[in-house]
């Protein structure tokens, strides 16, 4: 089986920052790209940034400049720095991962979720 764990989560007030991570563990053999995901009450989820194996990173219009992913491939692990955090950026953060395990074929992993607010 294959688990992913986010922390990090939090209340901040707007203009402050929070670090998230997120951990692969389990039957893994190789992890692909990595991505961190928000769903506002309400809305769809969407996608906020996501880095390839390699180290290329994409990130959404909204956060640009102000969020970074990255990732530690030996501790298979994707952080996501967020700095100038406004009330926008409310929502439940997920992590997702494309992963080859050693039991099947490469397939997508979700963590449970972490809540970040940003008061105003």
């Known amino acids: 089986q294959v688990q992913l764990v986010e922390s990090g989560g939090g209340l901040v007030q707007a203009g402050g920052s929070l670090r998230l991570s997120c951990a692969a563990s389990?039957?893994?053999?190789?992890?692909?790209?990595m991505g961190w995901y928000r769903q506002a009450p309400g809305n769809q989820r969407e996608l906020v940034a996501s880095?390839?194996?390699?180290?290329?990173?994409n990130y959404t219009d909204s956060v640009k400049g102000r969020f970074t992913i990255s990732r530690d491939n030996a501790k298979k692990t994707v952080y996501l720095q967020m700095n100038s955090l406004k009330p926008e950026d409310t929502a439940v953060y997920y992590c997702?991962?494309?992963?080859?395990?050693?039991?099947?074929?490469?397939?997508?992993?979700w963590g449970q979720g972490t809540q970040v607010t940003v008061s105003s």
């Open positions: 880095i390839t194996s390699g180290g290329n990173t």
């Open positions: 389990g039957r893994i053999f190789s992890i692909d790209d």
């Open positions: 997702k991962a494309v992963i080859f395990s050693t039991f099947g074929p490469r397939g997508n992993y």
